[in-house]
Structures are given as structure tokens and as C-alpha cells.
């Protein structure tokens, strides 16, 4: 398999990464919605939107490549699900892996960067959502110690998802 370079993503990536975000969205999830309301969900991933929080210190983005191509990213902001952080929380926004390169890695060395620049920007919680039918994922942020919070609507154009909003505090979270 090819090697997988990992970095930091810039502004200038925000094209690249607006079209990793609508192609691994639709890969994992396109199938569940009506195309009216995938296309407008999709519509807030566009390169704009992407280089606006590529820009803002707040943000960090991690990409993942393959002989030059982004397969895979994870992107870390400030919280905004629907909780009452109990102390420096950070969010995890988005997170993932297209499918040809699921089960290489590349979610674990994505995750490992995630608790670490986490940690580094002064968080004690990590939080995050997961599609509830999702078990793949709901199995793999288990593994790190993420607990469950509370339900949330995900929202995919007039689309309500349930959604689990899970924790993870840091101090306890293992790298690897």
C-alpha cells in the first residue's frame, strides 16, 4: 500500500479538503438522504467556508495523503453541539477516512494527532458527534474512551439525524 503523509492543512488546501469533505460525506451517508437535502448539506462544504476556518487560529485541520491525493482529514474547533462543556473543551468537528483507505491506519494516527494538538490547545474534553446508526465509528471512539453525553439533531438539509454526543477527558485518553 502506498505510504500516507500526514500535515497540517493551510488556506490553500481549503478546495481540496471543501471536495475530501463532500466526497467522504457522501460515501459514508449519501445513501440515506433525499438528494435535495444532501445538496443543501453539502453546499456548506465549499472552499470559502474551508479557508475562513483554515484562516482562524480556532480551527486546526489535519490531512492525510496518498501519493498526493487527501484521504482522510480530521478537523478540531471550538465547541458548538448543544452541551454545557463542564470545563476547556474542544470539539471534534469532522473526522474521516475514504473507504478504499479504511482499516490502513489512518484513523488511528488521525485520532492520535487529535488528542495531542487537543491537549496542546489547553482542553480537559474532548467532545464529538456520531451518527447513532453508525457503528463502525461509535466502536472506534469507544476504543479511546469517549463516553456518551446526550442525543443531538444532526441536521442534513430538512433531514433530522439522531446524533450521540460523546466525551472524552483527555487526561485519561491514551495515544495509541
Known amino acids: 500500500m502506498t505510504d500516507i503523509d500526514y500535515r497540517d492543512a493551510k488556506p490553500a488546501d481549503a478546495a481540496r479538503l471543501a471536495e475530501l469533505a463532500r466526497r467522504s460525506f457522501t460515501e459514508t451517508?449519501?445513501?440515506?438522504?433525499?438528494?435535495?437535502?444532501?445538496?443543501?448539506?453539502?453546499?456548506?462544504?465549499?472552499?470559502?467556508?474551508?479557508?475562513?476556518?483554515?484562516?482562524d487560529p480556532a480551527f486546526a485541520v489535519r490531512i492525510a495523503q496518498a501519493s498526493g491525493?487527501?484521504?482522510?482529514?480530521?478537523?478540531?474547533?471550538?465547541?458548538?453541539?448543544?452541551?454545557?462543556?463542564?470545563?476547556?473543551?474542544?470539539?471534534?468537528?469532522?473526522?474521516?477516512?475514504?473507504a478504499p483507505w479504511q482499516g490502513a491506519g489512518l484513523a488511528r494516527e488521525l485520532m492520535a494527532w487529535v488528542i495531542l494538538e487537543a491537549r496542546a490547545r489547553g482542553?480537559?474534553?474532548?467532545?464529538?458527534?456520531?451518527?447513532?446508526?453508525?457503528?463502525?465509528?461509535?466502536?472506534?471512539?469507544?476504543?479511546y474512551g469517549f463516553e456518551y453525553v446526550g442525543d443531538y439533531d444532526f441536521m442534513v438539509g430538512n433531514h433530522a439525524d439522531v446524533d450521540h454526543v460523546m466525551r472524552l477527558f483527555l487526561r485519561d485518553a491514551h495515544v495509541g
Open 69 to 98: 491525493e487527501a484521504v482522510g482529514y480530521a478537523k478540531l474547533g471550538p465547541p458548538s453541539l448543544p452541551f454545557e462543556p463542564r470545563g476547556p473543551s474542544i470539539e471534534l468537528r469532522q473526522f474521516y477516512v475514504l
Open 123 to 143: 482542553a480537559e474534553d474532548l467532545y464529538l458527534s456520531v451518527f447513532v446508526d453508525n457503528h463502525r465509528a461509535r466502536r472506534f471512539y469507544a476504543r
Open 29 to 55: 451517508f449519501g445513501h440515506l438522504y433525499r438528494p435535495e437535502d444532501l445538496a443543501a448539506f453539502l453546499a456548506g462544504h465549499n472552499p470559502e467556508q474551508w479557508r475562513e476556518e483554515l484562516a
